[in-house]
């Protein structure tokens, strides 16, 4: 039973244009969402989170949509780098203390 | 500040064969976890610990056992090693029960 779905193993971008990773999720209890990014050999890293509470957290480049009544959640990267080139998993939990559960992953390649 | 120390960085076992991954973290972390990360796969919480002396099973425990004598030590041992526990692990730490995890770069450990 996977909770938590990134149906796109991969996503290729063209440098300075927008990369938009999507995440879908089934449980109607999760409460807070997480994206985390990880490069080859090593561990990933944090990147961005949102609460249910709000729809849209920005952070630079960086931003994540939640549409709860759709239970989907989207990363926005604008504009796009060379360097974000990486693995992205979206994480969710539910109330605080819960265990996060993770999807698969997007690859997502940008290029110059 | 090193952050989360994983050591191995690889291993290759036999069936059969027991070892230890080794996890340390200097950033005074209460939580500490440790995941798998198959391929194509989102990863997976084996067990988790919220303080020295205090461990519990996460998703996919089977064939692993972990202990946490100290707060900044976590290892992870595998019983009688099986082709199925070829994987990537991951250990985690956070200051928040399953908050914003902060990972080691990871052990890649190959049952043959």
């Known amino acids: 039973d996977q909770q938590v779905k990134q149906n796109s193993p991969s996503l290729s971008v063209q440098e300075g244009r927008i990369s938009i990773l999507n995440c879908d999720y089934t449980?109607?209890?999760?409460?807070?969402f997480l994206w985390y990014k990880k490069y080859p050999a090593e561990g990933p890293t944090f990147l961005i989170s949102?609460?249910?509470?709000?729809d849209k957290n920005e952070d630079g480049r960086f931003t994540v949509f939640l549409n709860k009544s759709a239970k989907h959640l989207s990363l926005h990267i604008v504009p796009s780098q060379p360097g974000d080139s990486a693995v992205y998993f979206c994480?969710?939990?539910?109330?605080?203390?819960?265990?996060?559960?993770f999807g698969e992953g997007t690859q997502l390649t940008v290029n110059p | 500040n090193a952050g989360v120390t994983q050591t191995p960085k690889f291993r290759i076992l036999k069936i059969g064969q027991s070892m230890t991954l080794q996890c340390a973290q200097d950033?005074?972390?209460?939580?500490m976890y440790w995941y798998r990360q198959d391929p194509g796969m989102g990863l997976k919480l084996i067990y988790y610990?919220?303080?020295?002396?205090?461990?519990d099973k996460g998703e996919v425990p089977n064939g692993y056992n972990v202990s946490r004598s100290t707060t900044e030590d976590f290892p992870l041992r595998l019983e009688l090693a099986a082709p199925s526990q070829t994987s990537v692990y991951f250990c985690?730490?956070?200051?928040?029960?399953?908050?914003?995890?902060?990972f080691g770069e990871g052990s890649r450990l190959t049952v043959l």
């Open positions: 985690a730490s956070s200051y928040q029960v399953h908050g914003e995890l902060f």
């Open positions: 449980n109607s209890m999760f409460d807070y």
């Open positions: 949102i609460s249910s509470i709000k």
């Open positions: 994480a969710a939990k539910e109330t605080s203390g819960s265990r996060l559960t």
């Open positions: 950033m005074n972390h209460n939580y």
């Open positions: 610990s919220v303080g020295a002396g205090i461990t």
